[in-house]
């Protein structure tokens, strides 16, 4: 099992449907992450918060919207997807801004969008 | 060119074999380096990080970074039918700017079975 925990694990919604999606660490680590993996493709970044802000967004389209509600938790709104959203969507977490540290990977939310 | 290079696999071996896998990279900017196992449906798993060249070992598992030839490998001994999974190389640059923290480039993967 590993320290970074994402809910639900699976998630089918329709394209006009509002979903979230959960992350949780109880390392103490201050940066968390949305990456996407589509299968058989390496991961691609999303989102960075540090310190609970958002420090980077790879050019997201809206229809993805993260949220930080503390330094714990990271959560990521879904609204209006498409069917090429379908993608499995992986929380990370690593110690802070102020000293390189590795990411830590959850299992991921595998959505699929109809 | 892609800025990592991973050797593609799929890498077939027996047990108790000792396995290699590589990446290349283009950019001299890359500082820290590690290698992720991705079991099927689950997350990529954190098995070693280095930020400096030469060898750190890990129990079976040895990762070499060559930053003057800009080449990393992992090497895993006595492997295990428990070892199948993809293999993901991954970097970073230097923290320093700030604006690509968080950003890890990876390599494409590589798929390793070992079989009894």
């Known amino acids: 099992d590993t320290e970074v925990t994402q809910t639900p694990k699976h998630l089918v919604m329709g394209m006009t449907n509002k979903k979230s999606l959960k992350c949780e660490q109880h390392?103490?680590?201050?940066?968390m992450y949305w990456y996407k993996q589509k299968a058989k493709k390496p991961p691609e970044l999303m989102f960075v918060y540090s310190y609970e802000k958002l420090s980077i967004n790879e050019s997201v389209p809206s229809r993805f919207s993260p949220e930080c509600p503390n330094s714990s938790l990271l959560n990521l709104h879904l609204h209006a997807l498409q069917p090429e959203d379908s993608a499995l969507y992986l929380c990370?977490?690593?110690?802070?801004?102020?000293?390189?540290?590795?990411?830590?990977f959850g299992n991921g939310t595998r959505l699929t969008v109809t | 060119q892609k800025e990592v290079e991973q050797d593609p696999g799929p890498l077939s071996v027996p047990e108790g074999a000792i396995v290699s896998l590589n990446c290349t990279y283009s950019n001299s900017a890359f500082q820290y380096f590690m290698w992720y196992r991705q079991y099927s449906r689950k997350g990529p798993e954190l098995l070693m990080y280095t930020y400096s060249s030469g060898n750190k070992e890990d129990g079976r598992f040895t990762a070499q970074v060559d930053k003057s030839s800009k080449y990393i490998s992992l090497f895993i001994r006595d492997s295990q039918p428990s070892d199948s999974a993809t293999y993901l190389c991954a970097m970073s640059v230097s923290y320093a700017g700030g604006t690509s923290y968080g950003k890890l480039t990876f390599g494409q993967g590589t798929i390793l079975t070992v079989h009894p």
């Open positions: 390392m103490g680590h201050r940066a």
């Open positions: 990370a977490s690593s110690q802070d801004r102020d000293t390189y540290s590795p990411l830590h």
